[in-house]
């Protein structure tokens, strides 16, 4: 089981804007990354410590976090934004540092 | 072009071992923190293992601790994961992550950026 939360699914209607939450403790010590899965294809990276887009993600993409809850928000979602999207942070047990990974929640854009 | 590019996948009985090798290009390998994360196709992202920069720092998920060993060769720009004892529940896509980071005074702030296309492994009799 994922010690970072995630809806398993959620939908939006094309051009609304949509809200993906990640929950767990770690996040109350350690910055969110999210990513991007489309089928068969790898991972990439649309938001960093928080709320940081890499270069050539769309700005309708951001991210922000309160407490142990962080939140991938897309404004004006697109056909192609139809994905998986998988919340990420780092976590320290006995001072032995791994990396989260949420569950992941499939996001339709209908 | 930044690029990672995994290779060694293959299927193998349980039991058996196995080497993956990721290829490096584009970036100051030898300055990046490395990992390995695994997906079963039609599931989530797992972690496997963290590699700090010079290779002596190294960090694994509980499932595979002592079975498998990550390392690198910096003159080679590769990172390997070596698999041993496998079993079916390990069948899965690797893929090879970079470790990007921001710094702030007296800080890191580490983020996966980059990722491989992934390499399956398939352990079945």
């Known amino acids: 089981s994922s010690e970072l939360t995630q809806d398993p699914a959620v939908s939006v209607a094309l051009g609304q804007t949509v809200r993906i939450t990640c929950q767990g403790d770690?996040?109350?010590?350690?910055?969110a990354s999210w990513f991007q899965q489309k089928p068969g294809q790898a991972p990439i990276l649309v938001i960093y410590?928080?709320?940081n887009r890499p270069s050539g993600i769309p700005d309708r993409f951001s991210g922000s976090s309160s407490g142990n809850t962080a939140s991938l928000t897309i404004a004006g979602a697109q056909a192609e934004d139809e994905a998986d999207y998988y919340c990420?942070?780092?976590?320290?047990?006995?001072?032995?540092?791994?990396?989260?990974f949420g569950g992941g929640t499939k996001l339709t854009v209908l | 072009e930044v690029q990672l590019v995994e290779s060694g996948g293959g299927l193998i009985q349980p039991g058996g071992s196995l080497r993956l090798s990721c290829a490096a290009s584009?970036?100051?390998?030898?300055?990046?923190?490395m990992h390995w994360v695994r997906q079963v196709p039609g599931k989530g992202l797992v972690w496997v293992s963290r590699?700090?920069?010079?290779?002596?720092?190294?960090s694994y998920a509980d499932s595979v601790q002592g079975r498998f060993t990550i390392s690198r060769d910096n003159a080679e720009n590769t990172l390997y994961l070596e698999m041993n004892s496998l079993r079916a529940e390990d069948s899965a896509v690797y893929y090879c992550?970079?470790?990007?980071?921001?710094?702030?005074?007296?800080?890191?702030?580490?983020?996966?950026?980059?990722w491989g296309k992934g390499t399956t492994v398939t352990v079945s009799s």
């Open positions: 590699v700090r920069s010079d290779g002596i720092i190294t």
């Open positions: 410590n928080t709320n």
């Open positions: 992550v970079r470790d990007g980071y921001t710094t702030s005074p007296g800080y890191y702030y580490y983020y996966m950026d980059v």
């Open positions: 770690s996040l109350t010590t350690y910055y």
């Open positions: 584009g970036f100051n390998f030898s300055n990046s923190w």
């Open positions: 990420t942070s780092r976590d320290s047990r006995r001072n032995h540092l791994r990396v989260l």
